[in-house]
């Protein structure tokens, strides 16, 4: 059984940063490519950012690009997001996603076959 467990959100100022991580178990790291989406209320979920199988290339949002870094650590089955520079705009519940390594769109969702159960992140000016 897959199973995506995201810790590490909180409650910031504007201008902190944040560190998510996302323990990965049940799949094996090689095979698939790791995302991260955000959802704020009333919104539909959008892209963050993405990471190849063995973190080589990655992936931005334009609202996020050199703010974010997202790395993964294959031996520890573990995706991170490191997050700087943190907006009030940036408040979302933030979601890690595995996705099959042979689906093409990384920004897309819907080509996404895991998913974790969120966590909330919330920056205060």
């Known amino acids: 059984q897959v199973q995506l467990v995201e810790s590490g959100g909180g409650s910031v100022q504007a201008g902190d940063s944040l560190r998510l991580s996302c323990a990965a178990s049940?799949?094996?790291?090689?095979?698939?490519?790791m995302g991260w989406f955000r959802q704020a209320p009333g919104k539909e979920r959008e892209f963050v950012a993405a990471s190849s199988v063995w973190g080589t290339t990655t992936y931005y949002a334009r609202s996020v690009k050199g703010r974010f870094t997202i790395s993964r650590d294959n031996n520890k089955n573990t995706l991170y997001l490191q997050m700087n520079s943190l907006k009030p705009e940036d408040t979302a519940v933030y979601y890690c996603?595995?996705?099959?390594?042979?689906?093409?769109?990384?920004?897309?969702?819907?080509?996404?076959?895991?998913w974790g159960q969120g966590t909330q992140v919330t920056v205060s000016t």
């Open positions: 049940g799949l094996a790291s090689g095979n698939y490519t």
């Open positions: 996603a595995a996705r099959p390594y042979y689906k093409p769109y990384y920004y897309e969702p819907s080509h996404y076959d895991y």
